[in-house]
């Protein structure tokens, strides 16, 4: 099985396992995407502004003395979007609605995270090609 099909799995059951998860998605570091469970959305953008909000995310836990991100979450006046670190490669977001029981979410995910973790050096063919020239 690829590993594409494997990240979609684990979405896919997260998915089901919660009430009110609309929708997941896997990007690398860099903004590339791995897999998704998503309703609807241009995933490529998603994937990339996942990236940038994680990479600021990352910087101000850094800056600010409080350790490795590990999560982190937005909500808005539709719902939510919770940020899950895997690794130093990847980002889990996990897309739900206004009545989400949020606690069960990151009760949920967190396995699913250290599947991915597991999982992530695999994710090596969705690194942006080195453009250095030596």
């Not at 997941?24 to 940038?52: F, K, N, R, Y």
């Not at 969705?126 to 020239?133: D, G, L, Q, Y």
């Amino acid at each position: 099985m690829n590993v594409e099909t494997e990240v979609a799995d684990e979405l896919t059951a997260l998915r089901a396992a919660v009430d009110g998860v609309d929708g997941a998605i896997v990007a690398t570091s860099d903004g590339l995407l791995v897999a998704h469970v998503l309703p609807e959305a241009e995933q490529s953008q998603t994937a990339a502004l996942i990236s940038a909000v994680v990479g600021l995310a990352r910087h101000a836990v850094e800056l600010t003395g409080r350790g490795e991100l590990r999560e982190a979450s937005i909500r808005g006046t539709s719902g939510h979007v919770l940020f899950f670190a895997v690794g130093d490669t990847a980002v889990l977001a996990v897309l739900t609605g206004v009545e989400v029981n949020l606690a069960l979410v990151q009760l949920r995910a967190r396995p699913v995270v250290r599947r991915l973790t597991a999982l992530a050096p695999r994710f090596v063919h969705f690194t942006a090609p080195s453009t250095a020239t030596g």
